[in-house]
T-cell receptor, first 112, second 115 residues
Framework: NAGVTQTPKFRVLKTGQSMTLLCAQD?????MYWYRQDPGMGLRLIHY???????AKGEVPDGYNVSRLKKQNFLLGLESAAPSQTSVYFC???????????FGPGTRLTVT | AQSVTQPDIHITVSEGASLELRCNYS??????LFWYVQSPGQGLQLLLK??????LVQGIKGFEAEFKRNQSSFNLRKPSVHWSDAAEYFC?????????????FGKGTKLSVKP
C-alpha cells in the first residue's frame, strides 16, 4: 500500500516549456487535489476532483490544467511554464471532501 | 467567510518544555478539524482529527488538541517536546457547510526546538 505517490520528485523547466505532474493513489479515494506551497503562503488549492472524469477549479487555477481519466490518477499540466510557477506541488486524496487528506511527498519545480 | 488563522508564524521552545500551537477558525457549519505536521522536504502527515464527541483528541507522537466551540479554537499541545518535533504544523478545517467540502488550511507555524 504505497498511499499517494508523485512523479517526478524534481524538475527544472525553461520558461514556455510544458510538463505534466502525475499523482497516483491506491486507497480507492474519490477526491483528489493539487496544491502548491510557497514560503509564507501555506497551501493553496489549484484544482481538485470529486470523482473519475470530474475536475474543478480551486483558489489558484490559472496557468494549470488537470485531468482525471482514471480514479487512481490525477494529472496536473503546465502548458507554458512561467517563473511564477516555481513552487513545491503536493497531491492529496481523501475518501470524501470534508475528511482527512493524505498527501504525497511533493514535486519541487523550478522554472528559469 | 471560512478561514483558519494560526497567529504564530514561528515558535521556539526548549527540548522537554511544553508546547501549545494556536489555531482559530471561522466556519459556518459544524467543523471537522485537523492538525498536520510537515518535516523539511516532506509531505504533510496527519497528526490528529476531530469530527465529534470528546473535545479532547489524542493523536500520534504524543500530541493532543482540544476543540473549544465557544472560542472557535483547536489548539495543539504536547507536554514535553522532543528535538524531532521540529517541523511546520498546519491546522485545517472542513465540513459539509461550505468550501465545496474541501479543507481550508492555515498558513502554518514553524516550530524550532532548542537543545
Amino acid at each position: 500500500n504505497a498511499g499517494v505517490t508523485q512523479t517526478p520528485k524534481f524538475r527544472v523547466l525553461k520558461t514556455g516549456q510544458s510538463m505534466t505532474l502525475l499523482c497516483a493513489q491506491d486507497m480507492n479515494h474519490e477526491y483528489m487535489y493539487w496544491y502548491r506551497q510557497d514560503p509564507g503562503m501555506g497551501l493553496r488549492l489549484i484544482h481538485y476532483s470529486v470523482g473519475e472524469g470530474t475536475t474543478a477549479k480551486g483558489e489558484v487555477p490559472d496557468g494549470y490544467n488537470v485531468s482525471r481519466l482514471k480514479k487512481q490518477n490525477f494529472l496536473l499540466g503546465l502548458e507554458s511554464a512561467a517563473p511564477s510557477q516555481t513552487s513545491v506541488y503536493f497531491c492529496a486524496s481523501s475518501l470524501q471532501g470534508p475528511y482527512e487528506q493524505y498527501f504525497g511527498p511533493g514535486t519541487r519545480l523550478t522554472v528559469t | 467567510a471560512q478561514s483558519v488563522t494560526q497567529p504564530d508564524i514561528h515558535i521556539t521552545v526548549s527540548e522537554g518544555a511544553s508546547l501549545e500551537l494556536r489555531c482559530n477558525y471561522s466556519y459556518g457549519a459544524t467543523p471537522y478539524l485537523f492538525w498536520y505536521v510537515q518535516s523539511p522536504g516532506q509531505g504533510l502527515q496527519l497528526l490528529l482529527k476531530y469530527f465529534s464527541g470528546d473535545t479532547l483528541v489524542q493523536g500520534i507522537k504524543g500530541f493532543e488538541a482540544e476543540f473549544k466551540r465557544n472560542q472557535s479554537s483547536f489548539n495543539l499541545r504536547k507536554p514535553s517536546v522532543h528535538w524531532s518535533d521540529a517541523a511546520e504544523y498546519f491546522c485545517a478545517v472542513g465540513g459539509y457547510g461550505g468550501s465545496q467540502g474541501n479543507l481550508i488550511f492555515g498558513k502554518g507555524t514553524k516550530l524550532s526546538v532548542k537543545p
